[in-house]
Structures are given as C-alpha cells and as structure tokens.
C-alpha cells in the first residue's frame, strides 16, 4: 500500500457524460500527479499540482480539469466523454515537486465509457 | 524534456535465467535514473534508481547500471521468478516524469 488513495475504483458511464476522480495523496505529500493509462498509448502524463498550483501539464485534453484543494487532495474532472477515455487513471504523490523523487501511485480508478 | 528510448518492448526469459533492460537517453544533464515495475492491473512502483555519481547499484535480484559516457542504463534482474513478470518502465525525468510503453517481461516457469 503506497498511501495514496483513488475513489472510485471502477466507473462507467456513457459517451457525452461528466465524472470526476479523486485522489488522495501520502501524508505530507505537497505534489499530485495525475496519468492516463490506456492499452496503447502506455503510461501517459496529464497534469501535476503542487501544494494547491497547477505546476506541470502534459497531454491533458481541454474536455479534462484538475484541481488540488487545501487540503491536497485533488480531483480530475473529465467531461464530454468520449469512447476514447476509457482507461485506467492513475494519481501519484510527491514530497515535494523536485527532480529525482520518487512518486507514489495510487491504485487507479478504471474508467469505462460506454 | 528528456528523451528516453526503451529496449526491448518485450522479453520472454525462463524462470532462472536473467533479463537485462536498456534505457538510452539523450539530455547528458540527466542525473537520475528511476525504474518502476507495473504488474498486472496493479500501480507502477518505484524499484530501484540511481544517481549519475554512481556506476551501479544493487538490491537483491535486481541492480542498475548507469554509463555515463554512451548515455545509457540498464536494469538487471538475475535468478528471474514468474513474480518478476511485469512492464518496466525507466522514465524520462524533468520536472516530471516522461513514461513510454515500457518493457513487459515475462518470466516462464
């Protein structure tokens, strides 16, 4: 167990819908990471906040929000889903946000977009 | 951002054997080398890593190697078990970690 959290576990929904994933980071942990999995297109980089800010974007679709809350936790919101967007979501945590540190992983939330 | 080339995408080796994983990268200010191991339908998780002021490092079964010079490390796992079966990944690192499709290992018993 890495002590991030991910609710919930598995989601499906249908095409045009809005859900929202969150996430839970290690106590202590300031950065949030969030990644997209899908079976072809590996390990993908979303977005990452630290301590509340956005602090890095990756190949995050503009249909696709984020946000780190106060109290660190953080919530992906993906909207107008598409087939496409079904795949595994996974958060990982940080202490910090600096280069050369190990990051935690969540369980993953799989999504299924019917 | 940091270009990191994985090879081979995919390994069969028989249980006992060992199986080797090579990263090359492109950014010669790179200085931290991290490889994470995904199971099946579980979360990546960090392994084992290096820094560049070190040639190799080791931890039980497992160990990594950096050459500085050809820009390249490699993952090392001798007396492989079926619990080593699983897709590696060695990620670019910048300010945030670069995964590709990594390398899934299957070990056969």
């Known amino acids: 167990d890495s002590g991030v959290t991910q609710t919930p576990k598995h989601l499906i929904t249908a095409t045009g819908q809005r859900v929202t994933l969150r996430c839970s980071p290690r106590s202590g942990d300031l950065s949030v990471y969030w990644y997209q999995q899908s079976l072809d297109q590996g390990l993908q980089f979303l977005i990452q906040y630290y301590n509340g800010e956005e602090r890095a974007k990756g190949n995050i679709l503009e249909r696709f929000s984020a946000q780190q809350f106060p109290d660190l936790h953080s919530e992906l919101n993906l909207s107008s889903l598409e087939l496409g967007d079904s795949a595994l979501y996974f958060c990982?945590?940080?202490?910090?946000?600096?280069?050369?540190?190990?990051?935690?992983f969540g369980p993953g939330t799989r999504l299924l977009v019917l | 951002g940091e270009n990191v080339e994985q090879h081979p995408s995919t390994l069969s080796v028989q249980e006992g054997d060992s199986a080797v994983i090579k990263c090359t990268y492109s950014d010669s200010a790179s200085n931290y080398f991290p490889w994470y191991k995904q199971e099946l339908g579980k979360r990546p998780q960090l392994i084992i890593d290096i820094r560049s002021n070190v040639g190799e490092k080791k931890d039980q079964r497992i160990a990594v190697t950096l050459n500085k010079t050809a820009k390249h490390f490699s993952l090392h796992i001798t007396e492989t078990q079926p619990e080593d079966s699983a897709v590696y990944f060695c990620p670019g690192v910048t300010d945030k970690l670069i995964f590709g499709t990594g390398t899934r290992l299957q070990v056969f018993p």
């Open positions: 990982a945590s940080s202490v910090t946000s600096g280069e050369g540190e190990t990051q935690y």
